[in-house]
Each structure stands twice: as structure tokens, then as C-alpha cells.
């Protein structure tokens, strides 16, 4: 059994933490609690109190009676933080490092596994900053269970109610101290999209916000495996040492560099023409019609399967909009991937999609799911491949 430090924030959801408090204390695990400011508006500590063996603290920096290291002791004497649930605010404030409250404070100082559980408005949750906040906390090695879809106290509907007690309970059992599957692995992942210029300032390219790949590349770092990131253009702060690769060409050259890996995985939107003719200078605008002639591009994944120095795995990702399991096979044999991801058109710029998982020997479909969901598939299924023949 663990001792577990839980904080609870304000969100309408603080008070389904009186039913994860008892499952954990009856499962024999040893609590501290943390009652932010904005939580005890939803909830009373006097409440937690009547229900719970746990230690109470308020979201003070200093507390009466208090040892001021208080953070220290909570920091290094704690197996797992759970934040549950978390509000936007609460993430927020996480990601920009602030440490303004015993809470943070404690989060700020400990080695211990952090685990998030996102409640809230599904439009806040869908909103562009929370997310970026949300991966940049998954990049630092923080834990996020995604909340459950339904409608809201709010009555919006969509992703932002809070998880299954079950499925909390499960990921705390299980997945947070499950042992790394990827451990000592090397992996390549390109993600985001690249331009290709017509004149000094036209260029074609495709969409994608890297979104896809940023969760993918969090949890293949949760598996332990070394990750190198290379991005290009992305709606998304990136870490600091990822490598910036804006053209198909710049793809490629740094993908051949920081070969050999172990794994390599192209979700880039990698431009597939490029312009047979450069111009130089500005094209004019006239009455006329322009007649430009593009020519193919490189293929940046095409070239990393068939490199002397392949990675074991090497994966695909495939935007369809008819076809969708030829088109997903062809490229899987044409391409010498082990494995492609085919994702439809249709849904571009949501956060769910209509998945298919395509290997040689299966076509799987996974319905509509999240991006969050897809990740941790994915990298469910590299693990088993890339230890599949180990030892």
C-alpha cells in the first residue's frame, strides 16, 4: 500500500473525492489531503473530516502549528500525488511553475509520480492553452487520466466530466507503477507539418498542430524511452531540446542523423509536392491565370524504412478520404512500414477521429476515439512488437 498525497481543487466535481477517499483508505492506503482555497467552496473539511482518517491541510504556505519545511516533508514522504480533481486554473498555474501555495509547493519540490484528473467544462478543456499547459505537464513526466465524455453540471456535452472511480482506481493500481515496457529504447518521432515555398512568400502545406504527436511522444516517455522530437511547424511550445525541421528535406537530414533507433514514427503532415521552379522573386499578380508545376517530394518515411540503418519499428500515418483500407494497405506494403495509422479526413481539427491500426497482418478499426486514447494504444502496441523477440 502507498501513502498518497491528494489534493483536491476547485472544481463543481470536488465532491466526488469523498468516494475516491474511501476507496483508497479502504484498500489500506495512508492519506494526506490538501483543500485548496477555491475547493473548500464545493466542499468543507469538516465534511472530509466525518468520512476520512486522512490529514487535512489547507492550501496555506504556512499553517498554524505548522512546520514551515511542511512542503519538504509532504514532497519526500509521499509515493504518489494525486490531484483530483484538477481545475483549469489549478493546471494552469502547474505549468507556468508557479509554487504560491502548499500545494504547488509540494508538487514542485517532489521526485514522487504526479497524477492529474482533468475535470471541467468540456470548452475549457478543449481550449487551445489548457491543452498546450496540459502537454507541456505531460513532457515534464506528469500523469493525465483524460476525463470521461458526457454532459456536464453545466449541461455542455462533451469531454470534461470527471473519470469512473474505477478507472481512477485502476490507473493508481496499475498503470502509474506498472514497470516501463520501453525502458533503454531509442525512438524518432516527427510531427506537426512542413511548407514548401513557391517565392519568397508563398508556399503549399498541409494542416496539423502536432498535437497527435506530442501525445505520443508523452507516452512513449512515460514507458522510459528516450525520445528525440523533431518539429515543424506546430501550434504547440516545444521542449527545449527538440530539433526544428520546417521542409521535407530538413525532415529527412535530421531523421538520418540522429540515426540508429529503435523506433521511428512519421506523424509529421509532410508536404507531398513541392514546386518544380523556384522563383526567386516575388510571382506578380496579373488578370491572368498563373500555371505552377509541381513535382513529387521526398518521402520522408518511405526512406527511413529502407535506410541501412532502420529502426526495428517504423511507423506511418496515413489522412484518408475514401478507401480507407486499400489506400491504408498499399501504403503499408509500398511504404516497408510495420506499422500505419490511418485517420480520416473528415474529423480534421477535432480531438477525437475514426482510427484504423494497419500491420501486416491485421487491419484493425478503433471507432471514433480520442487523440489521448489513440497514443496510448499505439504505444501499448509498439511495446509488445519491440519485445516481442527480446532475449
Known amino acids: 500500500m502507498k501513502k498518497i498525497l491528494l489534493?483536491?481543487?476547485?472544481?463543481i466535481a470536488a465532491y466526488k473525492a469523498i468516494e475516491l477517499i474511501k476507496e483508497l483508505e479502504n484498500k489500506g492506503n495512508e492519506l494526506n489531503i490538501i483543500l485548496t482555497h477555491s475547493a473548500e467552496r464545493f466542499i468543507s473539511k469538516l465534511t472530509i473530516a466525518s468520512l476520512s482518517k486522512a490529514n487535512i491541510l489547507q492550501d496555506k504556505i504556512f499553517q498554524e502549528d505548522m512546520d514551515p519545511m511542511l512542503h519538504i516533508q509532504l514532497a519526500k514522504n509521499h509515493d504518489q500525488i494525486i490531484v483530483a480533481p484538477a481545475s483549469a486554473d489549478f493546471i494552469s498555474k502547474l505549468a507556468c511553475g508557479l509554487a504560491s501555495s502548499l500545494s504547488l509547493l509540494s508538487i514542485t519540490a517532489t521526485k514522487a509520480p504526479i497524477l492529474l484528473v482533468p475535470a471541467m467544462n468540456?470548452?475549457?478543456?478543449?481550449?487551445?492553452?489548457?491543452?498546450?499547459?496540459?502537454?507541456?505537464?505531460?513532457?515534464?513526466?506528469?500523469?493525465?487520466?483524460?476525463?470521461?465524455?458526457?454532459?456536464?453540471?453545466?449541461?455542455?456535452?462533451?469531454?470534461?466530466?470527471?473519470?469512473?472511480?474505477?478507472?481512477?482506481?485502476?490507473?493508481?493500481?496499475?498503470?502509474?507503477?506498472?514497470?516501463?515496457?520501453?525502458?533503454?529504447?531509442?525512438?524518432?518521432?516527427?510531427?506537426?507539418?512542413?511548407?514548401?515555398s513557391i517565392d519568397p512568400v508563398r508556399f503549399i502545406g498541409n494542416e496539423s498542430s502536432g498535437e497527435q504527436g506530442f501525445l505520443i511522444a508523452s507516452e512513449l516517455v512515460k514507458q522510459g524511452c528516450e525520445v528525440n522530437i523533431i518539429a515543424g511547424y506546430v501550434d504547440y511550445d516545444i521542449p527545449k531540446n527538440s530539433f526544428r525541421a520546417y521542409t521535407a528535406k530538413d525532415m529527412l537530414n535530421i531523421s538520418l542523423e540522429?540515426?540508429?533507433?529503435?523506433?521511428?514514427?512519421?506523424?509529421?503532415?509532410?508536404?507531398?509536392?513541392?514546386?518544380?521552379?523556384?522563383?526567386?522573386?516575388?510571382?506578380?499578380?496579373?488578370?491572368?491565370?498563373?500555371?505552377?508545376?509541381?513535382?513529387?517530394?521526398?518521402?520522408?518515411?518511405?526512406?527511413?524504412?529502407?535506410?541501412?540503418?532502420?529502426?526495428?519499428?517504423?511507423?506511418?500515418?496515413?489522412?484518408?478520404?475514401?478507401?480507407?483500407k486499400q489506400n491504408c494497405i498499399n501504403k503499408l506494403k509500398s511504404k516497408n512500414l510495420d506499422l500505419i495509422i490511418m485517420n480520416k479526413t473528415k474529423y480534421i481539427g477535432e480531438f477525437s477521429n475514426e482510427f484504423a491500426i494497419c500491420s501486416p497482418e491485421r487491419y484493425e478499426e478503433t471507432g471514433k476515439i480520442s487523440k489521448n486514447d489513440l497514443a496510448k494504444l499505439l504505444v501499448e502496441k509498439i511495446s509488445i512488437k519491440i519485445n516481442k523477440n527480446r532475449g
Open 122 to 196: 468540456p470548452q475549457m478543456y478543449k481550449n487551445k492553452i489548457l491543452q498546450e499547459n496540459l502537454q507541456s505537464l505531460k513532457m515534464c513526466g506528469f500523469q493525465v487520466i483524460e476525463p470521461d465524455y458526457g454532459v456536464t453540471a453545466c449541461g455542455d456535452e462533451g469531454f470534461g466530466r470527471y473519470p469512473q472511480i474505477e478507472k481512477i482506481l485502476n490507473y493508481i493500481e496499475f498503470d502509474s507503477i506498472k514497470k516501463q515496457k520501453l525502458k533503454g529504447k531509442k525512438a524518432i518521432i516527427n510531427l506537426g507539418s512542413t511548407r514548401e
Open 258 to 324: 540522429l540515426l540508429p533507433a529503435d523506433i521511428y514514427i512519421g506523424v509529421a503532415a509532410i508536404c507531398d509536392f513541392k514546386i518544380k521552379e523556384y522563383s526567386k522573386e516575388k510571382i506578380k499578380k496579373t488578370n491572368n491565370n498563373v500555371i505552377l508545376e509541381f513535382e513529387p517530394n521526398i518521402d520522408v518515411v518511405s526512406n527511413i524504412s529502407n535506410n541501412k540503418d532502420r529502426p526495428k519499428l517504423v511507423i506511418g500515418f496515413a489522412l484518408e478520404s475514401e478507401s480507407h
Open 7 to 11: 489534493v483536491i481543487t476547485g472544481s
